[in-house]
């Protein structure tokens, strides 16, 4: 598609948006999807531990030991009276309603909200107790985030039903204000434990530090923790806020989920990054370095995984780590078996 023809592609969408609405948008969105999947419907990569997306057959769970974490056969637990524990999750959408452009050499027609929503409602097919969440940047990327602002991204996973997200460093694009202006509109569970708010912004209770969900007879522990944001951002976006060591930060929140509240499991949502060559915090080091922490869903470097990272534990048990790349171009999926 020539550089003309895409500007004026993308104008109509925009122009159905804001004469339609949100909503009429989403579903705009989604037709044009649609119609790109049907020329690579089995484009879009799926990292699967637990089935088989064509067939549907299980085959691999993490069982816990006291080693931590463990990759096991799913027929061995088939008689066992275990309770199992499904999670599904996205990181960086980056505004990507629709698949990228049949020209795009490395990702041409995949991605987009559609192929994402198939997907999100496949697995609830499966297992409707799923927990899904997001590890944030669901923002900036395409022209939707330029005009809208950001409410068609909250309204689609409002629908799409996250039980919980963190905040991106995009979050702040438009400055905190815009950013609690938008999350109290549509009221998505939003976690952070590092970030230091003044009164005018905590105030409003909007971003917590934890969050318990109990599905199923699952008692689950989320904590959101994000990166330093000097640095990526204007100061001025984010004035009010102040950012705090993440280990200490996720070490005292799990410890109270632990110990307080009796959580089965305790889930990290991190806007990190996955790893650095360097001193700066990642998923790997704050694995390392805690515990408690069955599992971190990471986000921000765009990391694909092809299966979740075992990292040893502070007490020299198996943490899981994962990632899910970017755009809408893949969906984590876990899969716990729980005594």
């Not at 769970?61 to 088939?78: P, Q």
């Not at 409602?121 to 927990?131: A, G, H, K, Q, T």
């Not at 299966?307 to 876990?334: C, D, F, H, Y």
Request: proline share 3%; hydrophobic share 35%.
């Amino acid at each position: 598609m020539t550089s003309r023809k895409k500007f004026i592609k993308n104008s109509l969408a925009l122009l159905i948006g804001s004469t339609l609405g949100f909503d009429k948008l989403l579903k705009a969105a989604v037709f044009s999807s649609k119609f790109n999947n049907q020329l690579n419907p089995f484009s879009t990569g799926f990292v699967d531990h637990t089935f088989d997306l064509q067939r549907n057959i299980p085959h691999q769970v993490f069982t816990k030991s006291e080693k931590g974490w463990e990759l096991s056969a799913y027929h061995s637990l088939k008689k066992s009276q275990n309770r199992n524990v499904t999670i599904i999750h996205t990181n960086d959408f980056h505004s990507r309603f629709e698949p990228f452009e049949s020209q795009n050499k490395r990702w041409g027609n995949q991605g987009g909200i559609a192929r994402m929503k198939d997907l999100i409602d496949f697995e609830r097919s499966i297992d409707p107790n799923l927990f899904l969440f997001d590890s944030g940047d669901v923002f900036q990327g395409t022209p939707y985030f330029n005009i809208f602002k950001g409410h068609p991204e909250l309204e689609w996973m409002k629908k799409a039903g996250y039980d919980a997200t963190t905040i991106g460093n995009h979050d702040f694009d438009l400055g905190i204000e815009h950013l609690f202006q938008i999350r109290k509109q549509y009221d998505i569970p939003t976690l952070n434990c590092n970030y230091q708010l003044e009164d005018q912004w905590k105030q409003q209770n909007l971003i917590q530090p934890f969050k318990i969900i109990e599905k199923n007879g699952i008692k689950l522990g989320v904590i959101g923790v994000g990166i330093e944001l000097k640095g990526l951002l204007s100061e001025l976006s984010y004035k009010g806020l102040t950012y705090s060591d993440p280990i200490d930060n996720v070490q005292k929140t799990a410890n109270y989920l632990k110990q307080e509240e009796k959580c089965d499991m305790i889930i990290v949502l991190s806007h990190l990054g996955y790893k650095y060559n360097n001193d700066k915090i990642d998923d790997l080091k704050l694995a390392a370095r805690t515990y408690h922490i069955d599992a971190i869903l990471g986000g921000h470097t765009h990391t694909f995984l092809d299966e979740p990272t075992m990292v040893k534990n502070s007490r020299g048990q198996k943490v899981i780590v994962n990632q899910a790349g970017w755009a809408g171009l893949r969906l984590g999926k876990l899969a716990f078996s729980l005594k």
